[in-house]
């Protein structure tokens, strides 16, 4: 047997080791972080002891390394701009402030359920399922299906929008998808977030709901600060990027700093002491170290050939048996975290095209939403939502594959009319 054989096999043992390990530490709700950047960083060990090209080995590193902090860094400073407007309660004010004080329980969830759409276009679709559970909680009464509505709606508009969702980002960034074809994805996404609705509650009663609309969730003058510097961010990345190619992650650094100046400004004001500093100790720092930790280990699997496998198997298949593969990515999405398995396809390079690409982002986004357990949404939902279980989201999988089928097919059709 040759040595880079011996090789692929210790990688690819590294490999399922820290998929497996990342499996079981998600489903036990602990730090899935720790084994799968254990695996990362050994694989990458591996190859120096074992390469007899040390500035080649270091070379490959560099290039990998380099992509993964662009990633990081944008990642960082997307969720530290969210923290600052979480830490002045913008979103809740916001969703507040359009709600009306008397509603029926069908038309709630469905409002609720838009917010949470369109804020994991803002935000991610963690945060946009934590706006929404501590309200939807206090005045719902069916508390399973408004989580299965919201959960779906989370995942779905986060697919258009490589602002917040690391694996629209990561097929951006690796030119997979233009910024104006991934927005393309958004009315299939917006199509079967209602469709999931309406089937949910088609048969529901006319529950009147009473909405409080306490004085310290107004929206205050200087909180219009904060709106427009977040939405200038939103811009400024399609804009500044399509118009002067700059990079996101510069866009996303730039804004954030302003976001920081304001937020200095305000509070010498008011006295609060709050900084960037204190932004950054709030920092889901797992989440990030864990997203290390994954293109780490997928690109040691990628130098050692091991996806090469995957991407001559793919070539060898028809244009419909290509599309079929695709489309059976959001099974997968549903078991297995979408950033390893995005992360995967990246790297092996598939001979697909860029539809196909687009609508493997829609796969792998929406297909989380089949089991809560398929996605950060999902399992925040099972962890903040009383009485709600992993069982639920079996009683409604129906529901919730049409309505994906009704999403893909919508993308499919104006991505086919687009594109060719």
């Known amino acids: 047997m040759e040595a880079s054989q011996f090789l692929q096999i ?154 917040w969702d690391p694996t629209t980002l990561m097929i951006f960034h690796a030119q997979k998808a233009t910024l104006t074809d991934l927005l393309r994805l958004y009315p299939g996404a917006l199509v079967a977030t209602l469709f999931l609705w309406r089937i949910l509650y088609r048969n529901w009663d006319n529950h009147q709901v009473t909405i409080p609309h306490p004085k310290e969730h107004l929206l205050k003058p200087h909180d219009r600060g904060y709106i427009i510097i977040f939405l200038g961010t939103i811009a400024g990345i399609f804009l500044w990027h399509l118009f002067f190619h700059i990079p996101p992650v510069i866009i996303f650094l730039f804004w954030m700093s302003i976001m920081q100046l304001y937020v200095r400004g305000i509070g010498k004001r008011k006295k609060d002491k709050k900084n960037l500093r204190h932004i950054l100790e709030k920092l889901e720092w797992n989440a990030l170290l864990f997203f290390v930790g994954v293109l780490l280990l997928v690109g040691a699997v990628k130098e050692v050939g091991l996806l090469d496998y995957l991407a001559q198997s793919v070539q060898y298949l028809n244009e419909w048996q290509k599309h079929l593969f695709v489309i059976l990515a959001w099974a997968f999405s549903a078991v297995i975290d979408n950033i390893p398995l995005t992360a995967t396809f990246i790297s092996a390079d598939l001979p697909i095209k860029e539809i196909d690409w687009l609508l493997l982002t829609y796969a792998v986004g929406v297909g989380g939403s089949l089991l809560f357990v398929g996605s950060a949404a999902g399992v925040i939902a099972l962890s903040k939502v009383p009485g709600l279980k992993i069982s639920d989201s079996f009683k409604y999988i129906h529901a919730i594959f049409w309505a994906y089928v009704v999403g893909y097919l919508i993308s499919l059709g104006i991505l086919s009319v687009v594109l060719h």
């Not at 489903?27 to 950047?37: G, M, Q, S, T, V």
């Not at 190859?47 to 290039?63: A, I, P, V």
């Not at 913008?90 to 409002?111: A, D, G």
């Open 10 to 163: 210790a990688i690819w043992i590294i490999f399922l080791w820290g998929f497996i390990g990342m499996f079981l530490e998600e489903k036990l709700h602990r730090d899935k972080a720790k084994p799968i950047l254990f695996a990362g960083t050994l694989g990458w060990l591996v190859l120096y002891f074992w390469s007899s090209d040390y500035h080649h080995t270091t070379l490959l590193f560099e290039k990998h390394f380099f992509e993964i902090a662009q990633l990081f860094f944008f990642l960082m400073a997307a969720m530290s701009m969210v923290l600052m407007m979480e830490e002045k309660a913008i979103f809740e004010k916001l969703m507040i402030k359009f709600l009306p004080k008397r509603v029926n329980e069908k038309y709630l969830v469905l409002y609720l359920t838009l917010f949470t759409f369109a804020a994991s276009g803002f935000t991610d679709n963690l945060t946009a399922t934590l706006i929404v559970i501590t309200m939807a909680a206090m005045l719902l009464k069916d508390k399973v299906r408004a989580a299965i509505s919201r959960v779906f709606a989370a995942n779905a508009w986060g697919v258009a929008m490589i602002t």
